[in-house]
């Protein structure tokens, strides 16, 4: 029996129970390894610009098949954003010129793409450009201007030409989903400096294979924990009459479960799109010592992620290319305000304006704004009190806390993520209910409420008994 209207994809998708898109995107993603071996096999030693049509070609290509003829407005930015920056020799009105235009277009693309949940569509690809692009215009104003604020290892001497643009832009292991990595560590890549020597002082391919591999397997472990997740938890349960019902302690698992879940969805993309970079030799790197490390475009540093104890941890350790991007191209620039917050409220605004424009996005910037507000206040009253400082170093106390903050950032990642998710406020309102407004009660009240009577009740706690110990 036929079916009629159906693609051959449409009904595999079906039966694997996922979307379409998503099934593209995560098989775009994997054709980054069979593009890196084509890359090893035959191109590595290749001039500079047959390779960056390679990269740019085979780019495009995923991106036509995921998102079709959505694909070129990601093409023409960039070739406008080459001319901007030639035709003004790299001044800061390019970078001006390039930073409204492409995020302008962005935000057009929000308004006409977006619905009432996540997307993929062309504007995905494209907000990850947006940061490219930037980058680049600001690292080539850098090299010229020698304005001495951005690292001398991204700055660029001259500007690059279309081809080293598109290739740069639609490198096919770093368009979809990122990473983020400078134009001159492309650079640097595709002109054979990252490349091996042999016992015999012959040129080979970058001695990535093993650490690729390894990269691959952790992706694929993070993707199949995903998947065993889903049986479990998902977006309509936080939402539906059944979980509002639940006992607060089952939610609060439950609701922690869902935040790793939500989060792993994006590791896996991440550790399986690092893999095939470090498989083309991009991410190459030298440590202190000298050591090579293929960590150069390393997205998510799982050490600190899985041993959360404060939110600053998953921040260490969660979208580190976007991370540094903005600490350099738009923290680090704000200095002239001369207040730490408002530039952390900045970078804070530009990234959920980044996301899109849904209301989840800015409510969830807001929320992280206010936790790392919340947390440094709390770390600073326990070491201005030095007899709850001292017993906190009991061993057995210490332990206890140590459980206590692991099951904290473990449960509250779930809160943080709810607006994220669920994006228009009637959806994540009804989760909030849900889940008995859990969040507001241990952050938001502590500066109005537990900070200010903590701090009251402690300044009558004498430290005496603790000099006499």
């Known amino acids: 029996m036929t079916v009629p209207n159906r693609t051959l994809m449409a009904v595999f998708c079906q039966q694997l129970g996922v979307t379409e898109p998503a099934l593209k995107l995560l098989l775009g993603i994997l054709a980054g390894y069979p593009l890196a071996l084509i890359h090893r096999l035959y191109l590595y030693k290749k001039s500079e610009k047959l ?10 290509a995923i991106g036509f098949w995921n998102f079709g003829w959505g694909i070129f407005h990601c093409f023409f930015s960039v070739v406008f954003t080459y001319f901007v920056i030639s035709l003004l020799k790299a001044s800061a ?32 690809p494209y907000c990850i450009l947006v940061l490219r692009l930037i980058g680049v215009a600001f ?25 080293q643009m ?4 639609f490198f096919p292991s770093g368009f979809l989903v990122g990473p983020q990595f400078s134009m001159a560590q492309f650079l640097d890549f595709s002109n054979g400096k990252f490349n091996s020597k042999g016992s015999d002082g012959k040129e080979l391919p970058p001695d990535s294979l093993m650490a690729s591999l390894f990269r691959f397997g952790q992706g694929l472990l993070y993707l199949s924990i995903f998947q065993m997740l ?32 939500t989060l792993y969805k994006y590791i896996s993309c991440w550790l399986l799109t690092e893999g095939a970079c470090i498989m083309f030799g991009l991410s190459y790197n030298k440590n202190d010592k000298g050591e ?14 899985e041993n959360c104890t404060e939110f600053n941890h998953y921040i260490q350790s969660f979208n580190l290319n976007t991370n540094q991007w903005v600490a350099k191209y738009i923290y680090k620039r704000l200095k002239f305000l001369g207040n730490k917050y408002v530039s952390q409220a900045s ?18 910037f807001l929320h992280e704004f206010i936790v790392i507000f919340v947390e440094r206040d709390v770390k600073s009253f326990v070491k201005s009190n030095p007899t709850l400082e001292q017993r906190l170093r009991n061993p057995i106390v210490n332990i206890i806390v140590i459980v206590l903050l692991r099951l904290y950032t473990f449960i509250f990642i779930g809160w943080a993520l709810l607006p994220f998710v669920f994006l228009q406020y009637p959806r994540y309102l009804t989760a909030f ?21 903590l701090k009251f009740l402690f300044k009558f706690v004498s430290t005496d008994d603790v000099k006499d110990r």
Request: aromatic share 18%.
């Open 51 to 60: 390779q960056c049509v390679f990269f740019t070609l085979a780019g495009l």
């Open 93 to 124: 009105l390019s970078v001006g010129i390039v930073f409204i235009s492409t995020f302008s277009y962005l935000l057009t693309g929000y308004i006409l793409t977006s619905s009432e949940t996540y997307d993929i569509t062309w504007t995905m």
């Open 166 to 169: 598109l290739g740069h832009s």
């Open 433 to 453: 209910a849900n889940c008995n407004y859990a969040g507001i009660f241990v952050h938001y009240l502590w500066p109005v409420a537990y900070g200010p009577l």
């Open 230 to 261: 889903s049986f479990y938890v998902s977006d309509d349960l936080l939402i539906s009459d059944d979980f509002a019902q639940m006992c607060i302690f089952k939610k609060l698992i439950l609701m922690g479960l869902w935040g790793r879940y």
């Open 292 to 305: 090579v490390k293929w960590d150069a475009v390393t997205n998510i540093n799982l050490s600190i992620f």
């Open 347 to 364: 970078v804070l605004l530009f990234l959920a304006v980044w996301h899109g424009l849904h209301s989840g996005y800015y409510l969830t």
């Open 139 to 163: 690292d080539a104003y850098d090299g010229t201007y020698a304005s001495g604020i951005s690292s001398n290892k991204t700055a660029l001497k001259q500007v690059p030409t279309l081809l």
